[in-house]
């Protein structure tokens, strides 16, 4: 076994395989960029070594400063993690060159599955079933065109050396071919120096299930049963489980064995990931019918793989450690056995009310449910960030990855609710409460999934107020209650509690929430403990009782018009964060003073949603443009992003030119909006 590796990748993964290899007696190296000096996965690590500036053109990619790195450490080994170099067939070889091992495949392998088309060739020939497409060489636009015409609409352009949902279009009538063509040639140039595309008939109720595939230089090769990865936004993986609901034996078997003979068909070593568009063209209950289709494979460890590990009980770096050492490996087919179900959920900082636009920011407050790590066990939290750390615009916005394991999926499923709701996140938009939702919605608890579930199931999933306004409210005014008790001590001259020798005292309070803003008031009980609440005005007022008390764990039980609820109010200035059993939501303290003369309008300013780079206009000073128009493209952590005309007007100026890199809010553009 190797006495020290080096682990060239950051975050949760980095973290991931250096506990592994810590439990193993192995040594390792972190490599980390100038925004990342002070990150979690450096000092996970035993030695850490820096590699270059925060992009990661400039550090996680110069993959000669990461051989540096481990030849001036005396490392063995690289592990490459995922994404970054981990299925770099130069890399691959360069570390072979160097004398270090490379924890991976063989760099045939990567290069034989890396470009789509030539993959699918190869696929084909090995026996595995394909989906009706075009993956031939040529490029020409017109000759794209002409072979989606013939196919038949939908149909999906693929970046031949794309992944992880980049460089993918979907396309549902013939006259948008073109525009999207270009669109996904450009973002897979910019994310794989390739912009070969490839095109394929777009399954209706696809599933995306995958099989985990293992092969160690021995000549062994087995499968570790399958992933449903079918829950996606923009072509990538929110939710996975294992084993695939509905997943009959037969077909476990024949994907199963599909998948090793695609493992074989390239001399697999190590992890990797074959990965199917599944048919239902008998509906959700009727899996006898489903029908499976090759798509790729990821010559990889997955993000998704601790669904693999909790049912298997195998942890899966260990056994890519021991192949890569040059060990058998630890278990044949015969052997492998499903226990129980998993079910990962991705915490990511994005805000899906806005198409899930990512999001950057600290983590001002960063709770976890208790949970174990790397073993079977109820709740397992992967992540690579600490409470105060940035999520930046230079890399993923994964935050961390939430495991359960159950008996069943039933069981998993409410620990995985459960988890979600202990799971409290401040500074930035996160998915939590969406998360919460697809996995209370009908269509995922039955087990109805396909790929499309996220916009099939929009008006349940989207739009919705779990906590409401008056509760928000109620919480707020405690909140404030408490601060106050707290800095009273015990003075009784400073007390606000409410007594009078006559009448009632009263207290206004102003609030935003969900975009509106309203007053409300607080009416204090005679004894001290009761109190009334009003909210909003006029025909939209409301009034119920409050009652509260302060628990010792710092949770707060309210009691609002007879229902009881506890809640957690975190603060960060005036802007509340409050998580209860049923949801999570914010609500900000308004000086209605202060805000007296403030209109918020900014007429025809476009800004920047996020920090990144201009990457087109597609409009120019003195074009007239219509409301919703696309007038420039942004790139940032790693995906476009499309301002749009707020409205019918001209364009007045811009302000930047293709290829700025641009901070959070700033004018992009100005148009003069029609009245």
């Known amino acids: 076994m190797f006495k020290k590796i080096l682990i060239a990748n950051r975050g949760e993964i980095a973290c991931r395989v250096a506990a592994t290899a810590r439990r193993m007696g192995v040594k390792t190296v972190a490599v980390y960029s100038d925004a990342d000096a002070l990150a979690k996965h450096v000092g996970a690590c035993d030695e850490a070594v820096h590699i270059g500036a925060s992009a990661p053109k400039d550090s996680y990619l110069r993959w000669e400063r990461i051989l540096e790195a481990a030849k001036a450490t005396g490392a063995e080994a690289i592990h490459p993690g ?22 991976g495949p063989p760099a045939s392998a990567i290069r034989a599955m890396g470009l789509k088309a030539e993959s699918k060739q190869l696929m084909e020939k090995a026996g595995v079933p394909l989906v009706p497409g075009y993956h031939g060489a040529g490029q020409d636009p017109a000759m794209l065109h002409k072979e989606a015409d013939r196919i038949g ?6 970046a031949s050396a794309g992944g992880g949902g ?13 525009a999207l063509l270009e669109s996904c040639k450009r973002e897979a140039i910019n994310s794989f120096g390739n912009d070969a595309v490839l095109i394929e008939k777009y399954v209706l109720r696809p599933r995306h299930i995958e099989i985990q595939v293992f092969g160690d230089t021995h000549g062994h090769c087995v499968y570790l049963f399958e992933r449903d990865c079918s829950v996606q936004r923009r072509h990538q993986k929110v939710l996975e489980e294992a084993p695939a609901p509905g997943m009959t034996e037969a077909l476990r078997k024949q994907m199963g064995e599909a998948a090793v003979a695609a493992a074989k068909a390239v001399n697999y070593v190590g992890a990797g990931t074959v990965e199917f568009i599944v048919e239902q063209p008998g509906g959700y209950d009727q899996p006898e019918a489903m029908k499976f289709y090759f798509m790729e494979m990821n010559t990889r460890l997955q993000v998704e793989h601790p669904v693999t590990e909790a049912i298997t009980g195998e942890d899966l770096v260990q056994w890519q450690l021991q192949v890569a050492a040059g060990k058998t490996l630890p278990k044949l087919q015969s052997e492998l056995k499903i226990i129980g ?42 992540d690579g ?13 994964m935050i961390a990855k939430l495991i359960v394991h159950g008996d069943d999926r039933a069981q998993a499923l409410a620990r995985l609710d459960a988890a979600l709701t202990q799971t409290h996140i401040v500074g930035l938009t996160t998915n939590v409460q969406f998360l919460r939702q697809v996995v209370k919605s009908q269509a995922f608890s039955s087990a109805q999934l396909d790929t499309a579930l996220i916009e099939r199931e929009r008006d349940a999933l989207f739009g919705k107020d779990f906590v409401g306004r008056d509760l928000a409210v ?21 007390r606000r509690d409410g007594w009078r020798m006559s009448g009632r005292y009263e207290r206004s309070f102003g609030f935003a929430y969900r975009g509106e803003e309203f007053g409300a008031g607080l009416a204090y009980g005679r ?21 509260w008390r302060a628990l010792p764990d710092g949770r707060l039980e309210l009691n609002l018009g007879g229902k009881r609820t506890v809640a957690v109010v975190h603060a960060q200035g005036e802007q509340l964060s409050i998580f209860t059993e049923v949801g999570s939501a914010q ?8 805000h007296a003369g403030d209109t918020g309008h900014e007429g025809g300013r476009l800004t920047a949603p996020m920090p990144g780079k201009v990457v087109s206009f597609n409009v120019k000073a003195g074009d007239k443009v219509s409301k919703g128009q696309p007038l420039a493209v942004m790139e940032a952590m790693k995906m476009e992003h499309t301002i749009a005309a707020p409205g019918d007007g001209v364009v007045l100026e811009l302000l930047y030119t293709p290829g700025d890199q641009v901070s959070e809010g700033a004018e992009l553009l100005r148009i003069e909006v029609a009245a």
């Open 166 to 178: 980049k460089g993918m279009r979907l396309v549902e009538k013939s006259e948008d071919f073109a």
């Open 82 to 103: 995922y994404g970054f170099l981990s299925e770099n067939e130069e890399f691959a070889n360069a570390c072979k060159a160097a004398g270090l091992v490379f924890i």
């Open 587 to 594: 609500i900000t303290v308004v000086d209605q003073l202060a």
């Open 527 to 547: 004894d001290g403990q009761t109190y009334q609440v009003g909210v909003g005005d006029g025909d939209s007022r409301t009034e119920a009782t409050l009652q």
């Open 341 to 382: 179900h998993a079910i990962e959920a991705r915490i990511c900082a994005e805000n899906p009310e806005n198409n899930f636009l990512p999001a950057t920011g600290h983590l001002a407050v960063y709770r976890k449910p208790a949970c174990t790590s790397f073993e079977i066990s109820d709740v397992r939290v992967d």
């Open 474 to 494: 109620a919480a707020a005014m405690v909140w404030q209650l408490q601060r106050e008790q707290a800095a009273q001590g015990t003075d009784p001259f400073s």
């Open 385 to 397: 960030v600490r409470e105060g750390d940035a999520i930046s615009p230079f890399y993923d916005s």
């Open 153 to 158: 609409y939908p149909v999906l352009i693929k």
